[in-house]
């Protein structure tokens, strides 16, 4: 039994320890106030992620409304205001009670001004810098501007990407989790392949700001975010209305119109919309045409919070010469722009309502909210292996789906200073729900006659979500321990069953992340990030498997560093290591991806941006991966497809004359297509170049891909098929041909 004496002892002890923390807090508050401002751009529109800079070592970075919350701030301090693509700014703090606004300038971005934030994603420079310097002409080069990520397009321009990370062929984004204004893009359990990813529903000149992270390290990125995740962020307002006309070979011709409606200091509201056709370069037009329109408006409330409210509508329909085994091609049947079957081909759309609403619940906290919904149609033909399942009407395939997808989100930010130490706690939630009826695949011909139904059913997936996220800054250092919990619901019923029946699997997983940075100067982070992530199954392959894997994690680890050895470089390098409990693998007889076993990777990293005179840039990114997995013997556990060898590098030129232009290549090493590496695809290396001259209101260029006219397979696999003539299937490598020297003209007028 304790005594009456060591009782006191100890009440006397927590007495001392409470006095002595109180009189620190009460004596490290009479040092300096807080100091509470806004940060704003010309059109004082509230400027997003500003960094805020204090000689002392303190910083902070403005939220969403523009603010920030500087604290132990005394009159005649000075304080740093960076943001990539404005003038810094040295203000000169006044009266700390007073809440200031501070407003920033555009000018053309100078590698000197850039510094190295304490801020967990400040990797983000690179990408700042990209979309500064190079101008971006497609929605599917949005995703070019991430370091290291390549892409690859195999079905007519018109169905999403292939994408390559970090040693993944993430198909069309099975390990990349890509959002719009907070919305989803991937979709789960999708007709073609789990979490596919179609970005052409975004217009490329109304994207603002890109952020990117690579690994299973943040809190707020759920499901696919396993080699990384992409996010994506309209313009508010914009600075110019314009009409942009771009014609090009193989028929292409694009039409652009961007229009403000709203332009006051509180309000903005503007209208884009574009329409694309392009036969491509195959002997079989592809008969591409798009249509989107957007409109957005960005409103500040009379109580400072923010409001925005977004429309899109997007509709594509295509033709497509497909994949080509490379047999006929070298036999002379057909060239690398024919086709096997040329009916191939298809047609989609997507209807977004999207609404982000920011609160200001005092000067230290906010809450954002993200509610959206979508209407979205999917109808592909695709033809993989020929004749070799059905001899007589051939193999081609529907992949076919209806879907609706809404859901919302909400995180409260609360910033807190206690003493020597910075710090934010966030707490989000929310859910998504996608419905996708008629979710089919069946066999056909000539893409109008239905042969056979092989799966037909309605899908019903929900995801509720909660995380919790703390950074805590002390000095250099910074630390980011965080938590995030994930709960799945999945229902399919089977159309094809003789009864009714609903089949249903519940799975939740818990996904804990530790984030250490140490922040020598402006010019030096060093970081160590370790987290679990996960990726999802197919509704379908988990109520077949009964619940088996349903929600395989991934674990990760990446140590580094950011640094500016020198005013005009920046440079990152990282190691970097994953382990996936379930691999997805692309099967090309089938079109969908089916899960494999456990693998890992591990690879390092290395990115560059280097100024050697002003308005010249030279960006450089190399990333190399070993991935293998570990459940087969050695030679024969090789990942199909994963790349192990990538560089992207480029030159870009950004005046103050009105001239601007560039030229960028792509490397892709060989890879191997099966798992012994006995059929191998092979690397490219292809550059492309563009030129422009702003005058007055008027802005002409030019756009040259493939200048010298390579020829290189852009996207491949390793399949088995069988021609008409053919007694017997072959496997080897099928490929979609690249891009030929390709010459494209625009001219925009800007009012």
């Not at 292409?252 to 309000?267: A, D, I």
């Not at 429309?311 to 049947?333: E, L, M, Y």
């Amino acid at each position: 039994m304790t005594s009456r004496s060591a009782l006191t002892t100890k009440r006397e002890a927590l007495s001392r320890v409470i006095f002595g923390c109180s009189f620190f807090l009460l004596t490290t508050a009479a040092v300096g106030q807080d100091l509470r401002g806004r940060i704003r751009d010309q059109q004082k529109a509230p400027i997003d992620g500003a960094y805020i800079y204090h000689s002392s070592g303190k910083h902070a970075h403005s939220n969403s409304l523009g603010r920030f919350t500087l604290s132990q701030i005394e009159k005649g301090d000075t304080l740093s205001i960076t943001y990539t693509g404005y003038e810094p700014v040295r203000y000169i703090v006044g009266d700390p009670d007073d809440n200031v606004t501070i407003q920033l300038k555009e000018k053309i971005l100078s590698l000197d001004e850039v510094t190295v934030s304490p801020d967990l994603n400040a990797i983000n420079l690179f990408t700042d810098i990209n979309l500064q310097t190079n101008p971006v002409n497609s929605s599917q080069e949005l995703l070019r501007r991430v370091p290291g990520l390549i892409i690859g397009q195999h079905a007519g321009g018109g169905k999403a990407e292939q994408i390559f990370l970090r040693g993944f062929d993430v198909d069309h984004g099975t390990d990349v989790n890509i959002t719009m204004d907070g919305m989803p893009v991937n979709m789960v359990s999708h007709a073609h392949g789990q979490g596919y990813a179609d970005l052409h529903f975004i217009i490329p000149e109304t994207v603002n700001k890109l952020d990117f992270g690579k690994g299973p390290y943040y809190a707020n990125q759920g499901n696919f975010a396993t080699a990384g995740y992409v996010s994506f962020k309209s313009k508010d307002r914009l600075d110019q209305s314009q009409v942009r006309l771009e014609m090009g070979q193989f028929n292409t011709q694009r039409f652009l119109g961007m229009f403000n409606v709203l332009n006051t200091e509180k309000h903005s509201a503007y209208l884009a919309s574009e329409y694309l056709l392009t036969d491509g370069p195959f002997e079989s037009p592809q008969n591409f045409d798009r249509f989107n329109i957007m409109g957005k408006y960005s409103g500040q409330l009379d109580n400072n919070d923010q409001l925005s409210i977004s429309f899109s509508h997007f509709t594509s329909k295509w033709d497509a010469s497909g994949q080509i085994p490379q047999r006929a091609v070298d036999n002379g049947s057909i060239s690398r722009f024919g086709a096997i079957d040329d009916t191939e081909g298809g047609q989609t759309s997507r209807s977004n309502l999207l609404l982000n609403y920011t609160h200001q619940v005092n000067d230290a906290a906010y809450i954002t909210n993200t509610v959206y919904y979508t209407q979205y149609d999917f109808e592909l033909f695709s033809n993989f292996t020929f004749y070799l399942d059905d001899p007589v009407y051939g193999d081609q395939i529907r992949q076919f789906e209806d879907r609706q997808l809404f859901g919302a989100s909400s995180e409260y930010n609360q910033s807190f200073n206690a003493g020597s130490m910075d710090g934010l706690i966030q707490a989000g939630a929310g859910f998504r729900s996608d419905q996708s009826k008629d979710n089919e695949l069946s066999h056909t011909a000539n893409r109008k006659t239905p042969l056979d139904t092989i799966q037909l059913g309605n899908i019903y997936e929900t995801n509720m979500f909660g995380y919790i996220n703390a950074e805590f800054k002390k000095g250099k250092w910074s630390f980011n321990p965080s938590i995030r919990f994930d709960q799945f619901k999945f229902n399919y019923v089977d159309r094809l069953a003789s009864a009714y029946e609903t089949q249903e699997e519940n799975k939740g997983i818990i996904s804990p992340k530790l984030n250490v940075l140490y922040n020598q100067s402006e010019t030096l982070q060093l970081y160590l990030k370790a987290g679990k992530g996960f990726h999802s199954n197919d509704t379908r392959v988990v109520v077949a498997e009964n619940g088996k894997e349903i929600l395989p994690a991934a674990y990760g680890a990446d140590i580094g560093f950011i640094w500016k050895p020198f005013p005009k470089l920046l440079m990152n390098t990282a190691y970097w290591y994953l382990f996936l409990e379930q691999e997805f693998v692309y099967v090309g007889d089938a079109g969908i991806v089916e899960p494999s076993g456990k693998t890992r990777r591990e690879g390092i990293d290395l990115s560059l941006r280097y100024e050697p005179i002003k308005g010249l840039f030279w960006d450089f990114d190399m990333n190399y991966t070993l991935a293998r997995a570990m459940d087969e013997p050695e030679g024969n556990d090789y990942i199909p497809l994963a790349p192990d060898f990538t560089i992207t590098s480029g030159l870009s030129f950004v005046g103050n004359s009105g001239f601007y232009g560039g030229a960028h290549l792509r490397f892709v090493d060989d890879r191997p297509a099966n798992e012994d590496n006995s059929i191998v695809a092979e690397g490219y290396t292809v550059v492309d170049m563009n030129a422009g001259y702003q005058w007055r209101t008027l802005d002409f260029s030019i756009n040259i891909q493939n200048v010298f006219d390579t020829e290189w397979n852009e996207t491949q696999f390793a399949t088995e098929s069988r021609l008409i003539d053919e007694p017997a299937p072959v496997e080897e490598i099928h490929f979609t041909p690249g891009t030929p020297f390709y010459f494209k003209a625009s001219v925009a007028y800007r009012f």
